[in-house]
Each structure stands twice: as structure tokens, then as C-alpha cells.
């Protein structure tokens, strides 16, 4: 609900305004200017029914003094002043009602400012999302990490080059290939994605240059593999570093030679279209390793783009996830519209290890489980609540706030709850996990009070 603070020092003019304007607002208010500066440095309001005549300063020096960016003001003056009042609005109040007010002419002007100020507001966000590029190609990141990806994306779209996506496991890589394909010239050709890290090693070589009738046992007819299914489009190779050394050899070849042989087959079909590779392994180390082809490595590593953990771009959690809670609304048609200030909290302090798929699973675990209007603590995963709670801990350590000894109590206590909890609270399996004896174990649990619900 917007805010309104009342500015008079008659009593029976805040509680005539608090009982007409609290169905739509809240009303706050302050006797004089002290109290008035105080209230709006303590809580901004969005709106303020200023008095002209008070004691000690007046209602023209609290309008000269408020601070900016200033909130709309209705100045409230008797018939007598209302000079005064038009000085007060070549000063920059927004209008001015007499005393005594008609209350219909009131709630007009109060509703109308209000508004106003809303659209501004929803102006201005637009403006700065859009300055900002939030969302690019079905990316969502206003983090300088983020808007350096946007740029990366952007420039290599319309390039031919061979591309690969750096980061870890959930961070978007798929996104970023699938961006890079949208927003390029091959947009109307056929996108392809194959994780060579789900498919069977039998099976890779197949799935990527097709296999001819008879080529092995089962292979009872012809098939095309992804690199002809992509046609002139783009072939995304998803977990490259988990190819065989045989299929990058085959690869390395495909991408010189710009032809590719189906299993079984004695003549090579065309390969057009663009590759776009990723990893969250350390190439450079596997080549050093010998376990990855360095020939093959600059094949694919002509344009990099590396994608930040979601821990390293923390200003979009928060619209990565109000865009996931939209979309699993939308699609279950029903749960929680929005999230409690505690919620939005616990997800911005979490360390997210399993990046932005980690986040998007919380969010429709919470519209599945959730009962209200609004994504509450209880609705979220138990570990990332616990991960925050440890957070919270580090912080008020550092803070002096709680002593050493305390915080590693507090800590160890949540490292055998957590162990307990995912051993389903047997003893001897969480003990394993904990690298401690079972008896070592039960005396830590009886110190800290630790139990099976």
C-alpha cells in the first residue's frame, strides 16, 4: 500500500484523515516539522498532506526543506490563506485543498497523485531495465557479469565463428547457445542440442553422425545423425570434455573437413552448420593431461564466453527469480503471486551451488508446496534456509555480534543436522559421511540436543 504521512498539528485533522485515507494508504503522522523530517527520513512516504500553519516553522519551510528526490505534496490550508497556498505550489506543492475539506475532492486529488507517482515509478524501472538490458534473448541478468555476457552474445551472433560456452553446472549454458542461434543469421534453420555427458559411449558416435542400415546389431535402418539434423542451423554440443579421444579425433576431422560419415556409410554428407560447444571442465588442464586433443581445443575455442556463477551475479537473484515464480504460476495456474520480504531475503544471502537450475527448482518447489499469496520461508528447501542461517552466523562473527566459540558450536550443530537429515537419521550412515565414529556421533548429537522428529 502506498504511503501517506499527515502533516498538522490538530489533532482532529490526523484522526479525520487516518480514518478516510487507511482503507487505501498508510498513515503516519507528525504534529510539526521536526516530527516531519524525522517520519520521512525514517520512512519515505510516497505522499504528504502538508499543514501551512504550525507552530514554530510552517508548512512553506518543511516544503523548503524536505529532501529530494521530494514525494508529491497537498498543502492543507484555511480559506484565508490561500495565497499563501499558491505560494506554497510556486514552491512545489502538487495542489492545496481548504479547511474544512470536502472529503469526495480530497480522496480525488490524494488518488490521482498517487497514481501519478506510480506510473513515474513504473516508468522509470522501465527505463533503467531497459538501459540495462534485464532481459536479452531469453537471458534474464542486470548484473555487470551478466550485461558483459549480454555484449559477448550479441557481438558473436552474428559472427560464423565456432564458440565455446565456459561455467559450471546450471549457470545457462544451453541458454546462451540457444541465445546465440535466436539472435544470429540462422535463426530459421533448426537448433540442435546433444549432452554428450547423458548419452552412452556406445551410442555417441551414432547420435552424432548417424549410422547407415545394417552399420551394427539393431540398426535396422538408416538414420541421420545431429550434425545433418542441424542442417544450416546450429549444433550445440553440450559437456564437450566428455567426449572419447576416438570422437574428438572424428570431430577434428567433421570441423576441417566440413563433411561428416555416418556409421556404416562409404559416402560423407555436408556439414553447414555452426558449432557452439560447452564445458564446465578446465579444458587447458585436460590438454595439459593429454585426456583433450589441442588441435581440437582451438578448433572450438575460437570465440569464448564464460558465464558467472549465480553466487558471483547475486543482483539477479531476485529477478531470475520473480521471472521463475511468474512462469510457474502461469503454468500451474495457481500459487503464490510474490514473495515475503523474509523469503526474497533468504534466497539473496544463499550461496546457490547449483546455480540458476538450483534457484528455478526452489522457486516451483514453493509455488507447488505453497498456500498463500506470498512465497513464505516455510515454502522454501531446508538447505537453503540452513545455508543462509550458517551466513548469517559468519556475518554476526565478524561482526563481534556473536563470540568463537559459540559460532563453531552453532555450526557444527547445523553440519550434523544436515547429515542426519540426508542419511534419513541413521546414525552409522551419517557418521560415515561425517568421517567420525557412531559414538562420536551420539555424544555430539546428545550435546546438542539433536533427535530424529
Given at each position: ?98 479547511k ?10 490524494v488518488?490521482?497523485l498517487?497514481e501519478?507517482?506510480r ?27 551478466m ?5 559477448s ?26 541465445a ?20 552412452p ?7 552424432l ?7 551394427f ?9 545431429k ?39 562409404e ?70 503471486a ?6 526474497l ?13 538450483e ?7 514453493a509455488?507447488?508446496?505453497g ?41 557444527e ?41
Amino acid at each position: 500500500m502506498p504511503r501517506v504521512l499527515v502533516v498538522d498539528d490538530e489533532r482532529s485533522v490526523q484522526v479525520s484523515l487516518r480514518l478516510l485515507l487507511e482503507r487505501e494508504c498508510q498513515v503516519d503522522v507528525a504534529s510539526n516539522a521536526d516530527e516531519a523530517f524525522a517520519r520521512v527520513a525514517a520512512a519515505p512516504p510516497d505522499l504528504i498532506l502538508l499543514d501551512l500553519v504550525m507552530p514554530g516553522r510552517s508548512g512553506l519551510d518543511v516544503l523548503a526543506e524536505l529532501p529530494e528526490p521530494r514525494p508529491p505534496v497537498i498543502v492543507l490550508t484555511a480559506t484565508r490563506t490561500v495565497a499563501t497556498a499558491v505560494e506554497a505550489m510556486k514552491r512545489g506543492a502538487a495542489d492545496y485543498v481548504t479547511k474544512p475539506f470536502e472529503v469526495e475532492a480530497l480522496l480525488m486529488k490524494v488518488r490521482q497523485l498517487l497514481e501519478h507517482r506510480r506510473l513515474a515509478e513504473e516508468v522509470a524501472r522501465l527505463r533503467a531495465r531497459v538501459a540495462a538490458r534485464e532481459e536479452y534473448a531469453g537471458m534474464i541478468g542486470r548484473s555487470d557479469a551478466m550485461q558483459a555476457v549480454f555484449r559477448s552474445v550479441e557481438r558473436a551472433s552474428a559472427s560464423e565463428a565456432a564458440v565455446l560456452v565456459r561455467g559450471a553446472s546450471g549457470t545457462g549454458k544451453e541458454l546462451v547457445a540457444q541465445a546465440l542461434h535466436r539472435e544470429g543469421p540462422r535463426r530459421n534453420d533448426p537448433f540442435v542440442a546433444v549432452n554428450c555427458a547423458a548419452l552412452p559411449e556406445a551410442l555417441v558416435e551414432s547420435e552424432l553422425f548417424g549410422h547407415e542400415r545394417g552399420a551394427f546389431t539393431g540398426a535396422y535402418e538408416a538414420r541421420a545423425g545431429k550434425f545433418e539434423q542441424a542442417g544450416a542451423g546450429t549444433l550445440f554440443l553440450d559437456e564437450i570434455g566428455e567426449l572419447t579421444p576416438h570422437l574428438q579425433a572424428k570431430l577434428l576431422r567433421a570441423l576441417e573437413a566440413r563433411r561428416i560419415e555416418r556409421l556404416g556409410g562409404e559416402r560423407s554428407v555436408e556439414f553447414r552448420a555452426r558449432l557452439v560447444c560447452a564445458t564446465n571442465r578446465d579444458l587447458e588442464a585436460e590438454v595439459a593431461a593429454g585426456r583433450f586433443r589441442e588441435d581440437l581445443y582451438y578448433r572450438i575455442h575460437v570465440v569464448p564466453i564464460v558465464l558467472p556463477t549465480l553466487a558471483d551475479r547475486r543482483a539477479d537473484v531476485r529477478p531470475l527469480a520473480e521471472h521463475f515464480l511468474a512462469g510457474a504460476r502461469e503454468a500451474s495456474g495457481h500459487g503464490p503471486a510474490a514473495f515475503s520480504a523474509a523469503a526474497l531475503a533468504t534466497l539473496e544471502r544463499y550461496d546457490w551451488p547449483g546455480n540458476v537450475r538450483e534457484l528455478r527448482n526452489a522457486v516451483e518447489r514453493a509455488v507447488v508446496l505453497g498456500e498463500g499469496e506470498r512465497v513464505e520461508l516455510d515454502d522454501l528447501p531446508e538447505a537453503i534456509v540452513r545455508g543462509t542461517q550458517i551466513e548469517r552466523l559468519r556475518d554476526r562473527v565478524r561482526e563481534g555480534r556473536v563470540g568463537l566459540e559459540s559460532a563453531v558450536a552453532q555450526f557444527e550443530a547445523e553440519l550434523l543436522r544436515e547429515a542426519l537429515i540426508r542419511e534419513a537419521w541413521n546414525q552409522t550412515r551419517a557418521a560415515d559421511r561425517l568421517g567420525m565414529t557412531r559414538r562420536s556421533l551420539k555424544l555430539r548429537m546428545d550435546r546438542y540436543g539433536l533427535a530424529a522428529p
